[in-house]
């Protein structure tokens, strides 16, 4: 990983090195969900965040929105698969937490962490720690 | 397990090649053992795809399973197979019957009675299907008719549970096929398809970008319903909603089930 040591950590920080501490997660961001920009990161050298965290972010909006014209109430977890990975996904108000990760990874408690995260991101985000 | 079946297991296990899957999966069938017979049938049918006998066996399984659908598939590929198959051209009407196309089951079940006129079964199947054309004009005909040709029912026979639905959308997310009813009654297929525009093209981007491939599926759980999507040909978007309930190994089944309907029905539009 990137040495984020240094860096200056942020409320997101310990929800997304626990993330990417699970086996086959390489990638993990918290996005802003109307815009798409990255608010953190905790990535693998050499991943590039920006582009994926824009499309994932839209793709989380698309299915909150259309739950909503459907009366399916609030969304709580999105996966993309593909064959060679998934990209998982919780949204708290604004932000969107999203997991990028390999095909092999333990789907189920990649599940339960983004949920106990998305609590967490709506805590900070109450207490107006997005910004 | 029967003296017969027991034979015929092992002269399959000796010989995984041999075509007495046939009768075996017949003989399980029989027995009630559906999921037995239909592993065996699958089975063989991988080593004699072309096996017209044991196409018209996994027709009626299927029956048995309550999946017409794979039910009508399967005659009609007998019926490519060999084209005077009895059994087929049997089921064939029982299951245009069943879907009220009664000009269709009348042709099916004539041309099985050209091939054996002593057969009761077809006799009596024939009475009933004539019968029924002669009041076609019923109200409970005309809808299942209308029902059959109105593209909103497309997924009716593939989803049976009321708590499931399925919409085929095109690339700007207006809707091709399929229905969704709100609680209050309301068709909201379109405003659904509208949020999920452009879906196909975003997932498509994203796991091209992250080198993960083709995108195969999204799945999506609400506080009361689960929503799995796929890529359709042209661009097109696979939407399933089911309970909240619904375990994900059925989800992705009920998914396949819709996308193979929707794929026939995209080609008949052609």
């Known amino acids: 990983m990137a040495g984020r040591a240094a860096l200056m950590s942020t409320p997101f920080t310990a929800m997304l090195q626990t993330l990417s501490r699970q086996r086959g997660v390489t990638a993990a961001l918290v996005v802003s969900e109307s815009d798409g920009i990255v608010i953190d990161s905790n990535m693998h050298i050499g991943q590039s965040g920006d582009k994926v965290a824009a499309l994932a972010a839209s793709l989380y909006k698309k299915a909150r929105l259309s739950a909503r014209a459907a009366g399916m109430g609030a969304v709580s977890f999105m996966q993309l698969e593909a064959p060679n990975g998934r990209l998982c996904a919780v949204g708290s108000g604004e932000l969107v937490l999203v997991v990028v990760a390999a095909t092999a990874v333990n789907v189920g408690l990649v599940r339960v962490d983004l949920l106990r995260a998305a609590v967490e991101l709506a805590e900070i985000a109450k207490r107006g720690g997005a910004r | ?270």
Not at chain 2, 191 to 204: F, I, K, P, W
Request: proline share 3%; aromatic share 4%.
């Open chain 2, 1 to 270: 397990m029967s003296e017969d079946v027991r034979r015929m297991s092992d002269e399959l296990a000796r010989d995984p090649s041999s075509r007495v899957f046939v009768p075996l999966g017949e003989a399980l069938r029989q027995q009630g053992q559906l999921d037995v017979a239909l592993k065996v049938t699958l089975r063989g049918l991988e080593r004699h795809p072309h096996l017209a006998d044991a196409h018209d066996l996994l027709a009626r399984l299927s029956v048995d399973r309550g999946d017409m659908e794979r039910a009508f598939d399967e005659w009609d590929m007998v019926l490519r197979l060999s084209p005077g198959h009895l059994g087929a051209l049997k089921g064939m009407g029982f299951v245009c019957f069943h879907r009220a196309r009664f000009a269709e089951a009348e042709r099916y079940l004539a041309a099985a009675a050209a091939l054996d006129a002593r057969d009761d079964q077809v006799a009596s199947a024939l009475l009933h299907v004539r019968a029924a054309q002669t009041h076609a004009t019923s109200p409970q005909a005309a809808i299942a008719e209308s029902i059959a040709n109105d593209s909103r029912y497309l997924f009716l026979e593939v989803l049976p549970d009321e708590a499931q639905t399925a919409l085929l959308l095109d690339p700007a997310g207006l809707v091709l096929a399929g229905a969704y009813i709100d609680a209050e009654g309301r068709d909201v297929a379109q405003d659904v398809g509208a949020e999920l525009s452009g879906v196909t093209e975003a997932a498509r981007r994203a796991t091209r970008h992250l080198a993960m491939g083709d995108w195969t599926s999204i799945v999506f759980e609400t506080e009361v319903a689960v929503v799995a999507m796929a890529p359709s040909s042209q661009d097109g978007l696979l939407v399933l909603a089911t309970s909240r309930a619904t375990p994900l190994g059925l989800v992705r089944r009920l998914l396949a089930r819709c996308a193979e309907k929707a794929q026939r029905w995209l080609d008949g539009q052609r």
